[in-house]
């Protein structure tokens, strides 16, 4: 369910980050309100908010549902709808015992892949029939972006039937060739688990999951991936190595090894990425690591030899796979962004050091 927007200041801060064209807006108690421009936080031109100001907008916002379960636990996510900033997605969270908010907006409209910066094998991966494709990467990365792009090329592609499971719903996709059906935790369905269950009983050829985090979602997702459906998923870790590793790593005994196969056998594709700070600081440039699941990953995934995958990344360009600190170093080579980004941002700098010598 989309609240509506009923708080006069609240609504004048919205319009502003459109004239900013920010991507969140924090309201602190203490602080003016803060915008994030490329990245980066800017303080608006105001005196700063007062505790009774933050807490007023944000009873505003909240219906008693939504009140009764942010005085719970503390902590809440949903979606608004304004009529000059769109869809925007709040998260309520307290400090000093008073609730503080920040606002992502969503945009309009979804970004061709030139835009975003993504690589072409990317396509490919949203084309397959089956199996798991993996988004990854710290928060404020793109990964919902990079999700919401590929729902909508398979959208634009496919006669099929397209369900996600997200918390929360950030951008509404209409049918285009496919039917779409948008699930909101808490709103439609009361947990990712539960929905990821349930929606394989839903006849969907494709799920998308906003996030997998514990063993029961990253066991259905994988079981879903080895039935048929295409299941693209979000996960919060740095690299592609990471995400293998953190998969496994929550399973202990015969159910690992039971997992590592499956793993091996249903996975097709896994993209850790960042967003950076662009050369003259007018934007943000996305950096990414793209691992494609060929016969040497499934071996390597099989024997549980992950240390190996960075070598098999920097072998398996001509495969479309792409290692973090190459793309760093392609992405300064282009004066995208600057020689010192590309260094504090590489695994190993060295390499980079040593390439621009």
């Not at 590793?245 to 091996?264: H, K, W, Y």
Request: glycine letters at 4%.
């Amino acid at each position: 369910m989309v609240a509506p927007m009923n708080s006069e200041k609240l609504n004048r801060l919205l319009a502003a980050a459109k004239d900013f064209d920010a991507s969140d807006l924090h309201l602190i108690a203490g602080v003016p309100p803060a915008y994030r421009v490329n990245g980066e936080i800017v303080l608006a031109d105001a005196d700063a908010l007062t505790e009774t100001e933050v807490s007023a907008m944000a009873d505003a916002l909240l219906n008693e549902q939504q009140r009764k379960k942010f005085d719970q636990e503390w902590e809440l996510c949903i979606s608004l709808l304004h009529s000059v900033a769109g869809r925007v997605r709040a998260t309520f969270y307290r400090r000093n015992s008073h609730p503080e908010m920040s606002f992502r907006f969503c945009g309009e409209r979804i970004a061709t892949r030139e835009e975003l910066g993504l690589p072409d094998k990317i396509d490919e991966l949203a084309r397959k029939p089956n199996g798991l494709v993996l988004i990854t990467g710290p928060t404020g990365a793109g990964k919902t972006t990079t999700l919401n792009y590929l729902v909508d090329l398979i959208n634009c592609e496919r006669r099929c039937k397209v369900v996600t499971i997200e918390d929360p719903i950030e951008f509404v996709h209409p049918n285009k060739r496919a039917i779409v059906v948008q699930q909101e935790v808490l709103t439609d369905v009361r947990s990712f688990n539960r929905a990821l269950v349930h929606v394989l009983r839903q006849d969907p050829d494709v799920i998308v999951v906003g996030e997998i985090r514990d063993y029961e979602a990253i066991s259905t997702a994988l079981t879903a991936a080895e039935t048929g459906h295409l299941v693209l998923a979000t996960m919060h870790s740095p690299n592609v190595s990471h995400a293998l590793e953190r998969i496994i790593g929550v399973f202990e005994g015969s159910a690992q090894r039971q997992i590592i196969l499956q793993l091996a056998n249903a996975l097709q594709g896994i993209m850790a990425q960042d967003l950076l700070p662009a050369a003259d600081r007018s934007r943000r440039v996305l950096a990414y690591e793209l691992l494609v699941a060929n016969g040497a990953v499934r071996n390597l995934i099989r024997e549980n030899q992950l240390h190996q995958l960075e070598n098999t990344l920097q072998m398996g360009r001509k495969d479309g796979m792409m290692l973090m600190d190459n793309c760093l170093y392609d992405l300064y080579c282009q004066c995208q962004i600057s020689y010192d980004t590309a260094v504090s941002r590489a695994r190993h700098p060295d390499r980079i050091i040593r390439q621009t010598a």
